[in-house]
């Protein structure tokens, strides 16, 4: 049975989500939550190994149903590895992405029809969904100015991007409960005063 609290931040290249998860986590453990930070691809071993052939810059030759089977792959083994233990436990989790991150890139990015994607995921997360996701809305040439172009992913077309955007754009209207979305053209202090009213009206004492 999950207990915990699960808490997703996503959003296109250079969005600034590490300065806001590292604010939240920060706001949590002192209203005495303990709290689980992890990120996506990654956060345990298996999924670190598969997150550096997923950004590795030379494997342009990827084809794009590998690359959403090893994404989901790697969330496979850090649902079970990390966020299902630590949930059961009682836990706050805070991901930098998760699932949402599978429907704007491979899904609106790529164009992978939405039916296989939700077919595969079903298989590598159960019911596992983000009680409350944040999205932080930048503007496309700005955030790859601002994240650089570094990794396989980055590098992809600026056309690319835009769907990504659009898609987590899209997602957060048929998701209004579930997903916060933020405009980080906006003043950081803007940005990061929403986040906390927001974890304020869930975990505020
Ligand atoms: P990041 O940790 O720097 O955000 O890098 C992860 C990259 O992987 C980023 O470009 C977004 C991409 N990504 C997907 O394409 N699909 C996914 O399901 C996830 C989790 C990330």
Redesign the pocket.
Known sequence: MKKGYFITFEGA?GSGKSTQIRNAVAFLKKQGYSVLML???GGTRISEAIRSI??NKELTEMADVTELLL?LAARAQIVREKILPALKKGKVVIC???ED??WA??GFGRKIPIPAIEQASRLVRGNLKPDLTFVLDVDTTQGLKRGGRH?R??REALSFHRRVRQGFLTLAKKNPNRMVVLDTGKPLEWVTQKVRERLERVFGK
């Open positions: 290249e990120r996506e691809p997923l950004l994404y930098d992405r998760f991150s599978t890139y491979q990794d992913i980055e």
